[in-house]
C-alpha cells in the first residue's frame, strides 16, 4: 500500500510535494522551507532563487514582484562564480549533456558496482591518465573524498615504502587550506568556524605558513624521516585567491624530492582549465605526486572526483582496502569522459587565460580609478579575485548584493575580497559586463 504521507508527482515547476507546487512558491517560502527543513549549514543570498539556465553563463533567477502581485519574477543572472569551479565547461555543456541523455536512453548504462567490470571504467582510466599525464587514477565522487586519499594513501606509502614507524606519519599541510569538509579535511584547516566542536581531530598533521619555503624546509629537516606528504592547493582558493610566488612550487618540489616526501597537490579548485592550464601545477612547471581532482571532473553534471598519481604510490592499494559505491559508476564515468573531451575540444584552457587576462586588466583599471578603495586584483586564468582595503565600508557581502542587483552573481570570500570565477566558455563582452558592474558597485561604496 502506498505511504498516505508522501505524495509526488509532476516535473519542472508542477512538481508538487505533498500539495506544495514549485511553480507556486515564492522566494520567502523557499527560505522558510529551507530553514524549518534544512540543515541551515548554508545562508544564501536572500530573496534569490535559480529556477533554471538560459545558457552557459548565464542563470534564470527567481525574485519577489515589487508589485506583490506574484510569487516571484525572474531575471537573468550572469554566473560569475560558475558553482565554484564545478562548472568550468559551461552550464548544460550540449557535448556533455548529449553523451549523458545518449547513455540514459540509448545506451542504458546500468549501475552497477566495482565488484564487476563494466565497459565504461576502461574510458574512464584512459582519458583521466591521458589529461592528466598521471600513470594510475582511483574514481571518487564528492572533491572532499580525494584529497582524504590522498592523505590515506601517503600514509600507506609512508609505511609501505618510505619505511616509517606504524602510525607515526605527519601529513604536512599548509596554513588557510581548504581541502573540504571531511574530518580529515577540517583536521586540517585552521579556520576556527570550520572546526568548532568537531574534535577530537586526526592525529599527525602538521601546518606550515602558505608560500612560506623557509618554514617548510624547517619542517622538513625537523621531522623529514616521519612526513609521509606535503597536501597543498597550488594557488589556495577558498582563502581567497592567494597565488604563491612564481618559484614557490618549483622549490617546494625540489625539497620534497631531497627529503623523499610526497607533494600531493589539490586541485579540486583550480584543476580542468581554470586557472588557464589544464590543471595549475603545470603553469608552475612541477608534477605532484599524487593529485586531487572533482568539481569540473563531472562538467557541472555529476558528481565525480578523482586521485591521480604515480604508480608506486597507488600501487599500495589493495582489494578491499579502498573503495566507494558510485566512484567511477558508469555515468559517472561516461560524464568525467565527456567533460575531459569538453576541456580539450573546446580549449577551455586558453579561453581562461584569455578572458581571466582581459578581467585582471579591468581590475586594474578599476584600482586605477578607485585606488583608496581597491588594493588589488590577482588571479590566475579565469580564478580571479579582487581584494579592497581593510576598512568597514569596503565590506565583500555588500559588494556581492550590489553586483547580484546588477545582474551579476559573484561572492565575497572574507570580508574584504571577493572571487569572480566564471565559466571557462565565457565570452569577452560577458567579462565587460562583469567588470563594468564591478566597477559600478565599487564606484558606490
Ligand atoms: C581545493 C578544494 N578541495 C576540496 C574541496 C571540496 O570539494 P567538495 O565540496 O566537492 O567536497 C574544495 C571545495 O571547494 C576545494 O576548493
Redesign the pocket.
Known amino acids: 500500500m502506498a505511504d498516505a504521507a508522501v505524495k509526488i508527482s509532476g516535473y519542472g515547476d508542477d512538481l508538487t510535494v505533498n500539495g506544495v507546487r514549485l511553480g507556486d512558491l515564492s522566494p520567502a517560502e523557499h527560505e522558510a522551507i529551507e530553514k524549518e527543513k534544512g540543515g541551515r549549514n548554508y545562508s544564501p543570498l536572500e530573496n534569490v532563487v535559480v529556477s533554471h539556465v538560459m545558457d552557459d553563463t548565464t542563470l534564470i533567477c527567481r525574485k519577489p514582484d515589487p508589485s506583490g502581485i506574484k510569487a516571484y519574477i525572474e531575471e537573468e543572472l550572469r554566473d560569475g562564480l560558475c558553482c ?1 569551479s564545478a562548472v568550468n565547461q559551461g552550464q548544460l555543456n550540449q557535448m556533455i549533456v548529449d553523451a549523458v541523455i545518449a547513455h540514459l536512453t540509448t545506451e542504458k548504462i546500468p549501475t552497477v558496482p566495482r565488484s564487476i567490470r563494466h565497459k565504461y571504467m576502461a574510458a574512464f582510466l584512459l582519458a583521466t591518465t591521458a589529461v592528466t599525464k598521471m600513470d594510475r587514477v582511483v574514481p571518487k565522487v ?6 582524504e586519499l590522498m592523505a590515506k594513501l601517503s600514509r600507506r606509502w609512508g609505511y609501505r615504502v618510505k619505511g616509517i614507524p606504524q602510525n607515526e606519519a605527519i601529513l604536512v599541510v599548509a596554513d588557510g587550506n ?4 571531511s574530518l580529515f ?1 577540517v583536521s586540517a584547516s585552521n579556520d576556527p568556524e570550520s572546526r568548532e566542536d568537531y574534535g577530537p581531530f586526526l592525529p599527525g598533521i602538521e601546518s606550515v605558513p602558505f608560500n612560506d619555503i623557509e618554514a617548510l624546509e624547517v619542517k622538513f629537516r625537523e621531522k623529514g624521516d616521519r612526513i609521509a606528504a606535503f597536501i597543498v ?1 597550488p594557488i589556495q ?2 582563502a581567497g585567491v592567494i597565488v604563491p610566488d612564481e618559484d614557490y612550487h618549483q622549490k617546494v618540489s625540489e625539497l620534497c624530492k631531497q627529503y623523499n616526501i610526497l607533494l600531493c597537490m ?1 586541485e ?3 584543476g580542468f582549465g581554470r586557472t588557464g592550464a589544464n590543471f595549475a601545477h603545470q603553469l608552475y612547471d612541477v608534477k605532484p605526486d599524487l593529485m ?1 581532482c ?2 569540473a571532473a563531472g562538467g557541472g553534471i555529476m ?1 565525480v ?1 578523482f586521485v591521480g598519481g604515480r604508480d608506486e604510490i597507488i600501487g599500495v592499494l589493495t582489494p578491499g582496502s579502498e573503495g566507494s559505491t558510485f566512484g567511477g559508476f558508469p555515468l559517472a564515468a561516461v560524464t568525467a569522459v565527456y567533460a575531459i573531451k569538453a576541456l580539450v575540444d573546446e580549449n577551455l584552457a586558453e579561453n581562461a587565460r584569455n578572458m581571466g587576462a582581459r578581467l585582471l586588466k579591468h581590475y586594474d583599471d578599476i584600482k586605477t580609478d578607485f585606488p583608496d578603495k581597491i588594493k588589488e586584483g590577482r588571479g590566475k586564468g579565469l580564478l580571479t579575485a579582487f581584494e579592497m582595503w581593510d576598512q568597514p565600508h569596503l565590506d565583500g557581502h555588500k559588494v556581492s548584493l550590489g553586483l547580484l542587483k546588477r545582474g551579476v552573481y559573484a561572492k565575497e570570500t572574507h570580508h574584504s575580497t571577493v572571487r569572480v570565477a566564471p565559466a571557462l566558455t565565457i565570452k569577452s563582452n560577458d567579462i565587460d559586463l562583469i567588470a563594468e558592474a564591478v566597477r559600478d558597485v565599487i564606484r558606490e561604496l
Not at 564528492?142 to 584529497?147: F, M
Open positions: 565554484y564528492a572533491g572532499v573524498e580525494a584529497p581548504f581541502h573540504g569538509r579535511a592547493e582558493g577558498e589539490d579540486v579548485q583550480t586531487a572533482g568539481k558528481p572526483s
